[in-house]
């Protein structure tokens, strides 16, 4: 393995490939099937490429080969593959430019373009999915990104005007709205194979209940629930967002009250026995979330259960 290469700005990518300075520093598009094919002036294969910008890129399928730390990322036809400020890939194959005909681009862009109007745009979760919770698109959703990705180049192509950023920032805003359309569509076919993602973090939960974990790993979290499912924390909390409505954190509280009143319904353990089986370090904190979901302490809805 070579040694790291840091990619800074848009103008660096340029450089790396042979091209003049982009008229806007801020954003650009490479490797585009409607382009001339690329050329790579300086070696990167088997180089570590740390990137301190967003780069989101419609992969062919054999352009490229990649890997994302230790893991290896083949990108399938039609697979839309995101990279984010601070993330390291390393090209394992040569880069090449999909072939006239062939969908696939490469969008480039700064983060200090999604100040302002799109700074929403940095809290979408899918930013920061996994390389395996990729977007996969359909014919016309290829097509409909596509043709925001040459809107975007052409507002790239223009000289920045006091204008620039805005449009830029709401052409932006347009694309990651739709990629959040067409992951919600990867959700709902995801469900109907593999089943309600919720009836799989409750039964996870209960599971874990159950077990002996909590007194030994404490509360499960977010990110302990969707290791256990096989998902990223963001993935997670979306795909339950797109199937219930509401956040993955939302249910994890639902079903630890649920869990907390089972134990204090049906057992004689005391409020703070409750508390360490549930996973809680200080019971004073299991009292305080109990009153605050349900409006009475432990000890007060157990005994307005006995009394009823």
């Not at 585009?32 to 740390?50: D, F, K, L």
């Not at 697979?79 to 194959?93: C, D, H, K, R």
């Not at 508390?275 to 004073?284: H, K, V």
């Amino acid at each position: 393995m070579q040694g790291t290469i840091t990619i800074a700005s848009v103008s660096q990518v340029h450089t790396f490939l042979g091209r003049a300075p982009p008229p806007n520093p801020h954003v650009t598009v490479i490797g585009a099937s409607w382009q001339p094919p690329m050329t790579i002036v300086a070696p990167i294969e088997g180089h570590a490429i740390r990137s301190e910008v967003y780069a989101v890129s419609l992969k062919r399928g054999d352009e490229c080969r990649l890997a994302f730390g230790r893991q290896v990322f083949d990108a399938q036809a039609g697979t839309i593959a995101f990279l984010t400020p601070g993330q390291t890939l390393t090209p394992l194959v040569p880069l090449v430019a999909p072939t006239v005909g062939e969908l696939g681009w490469t969008l480039i862009f700064h983060p200090d373009v999604l100040s302002g109007a799109a700074s929403h745009v940095r809290e979408h979760g899918l930013l920061r999915y996994t390389n395996d919770e990729a977007l996969h698109l359909l014919d016309d959703e290829q097509e409909t990104l596509t043709a925001v990705v040459r809107t975007i180049e052409r507002e790239a192509c223009r000289a920045p005007d006091s204008f620039a950023n805005e449009v830029l920032a709401a052409q932006l805003t347009l694309f990651f709205n739709y990629c959040r359309r067409f992951y919600a569509r990867q959700f709902q076919t995801r469900a109907r194979a593999q089943g309600p993602v919720l009836e799989r973090l409750l039964r996870h939960l209960d599971a874990y209940w159950s077990s002996a974990q909590p007194r030994e790993a404490g509360l499960p979290t977010v990110a302990q629930c969707a290791g256990a499912l096989g998902f990223s924390p963001d993935y997670l909390s979306d795909l339950l967002r797109e199937e219930t409505g509401e956040s993955a954190r939302d249910h994890l509280h639902r079903a630890l009250i649920e869990a907390a009143k089972r134990r204090l319904a049906s057992t004689s353990q005391s409020v703070s026995e409750v508390a360490f089986a549930l996973g809680f370090e200080e019971p004073q904190h299991f009292s305080r979330l109990f009153k605050q979901k349900t409006g009475a302490t432990p000890s007060d809805w157990r005994a307005a259960q006995l009394s009823g």
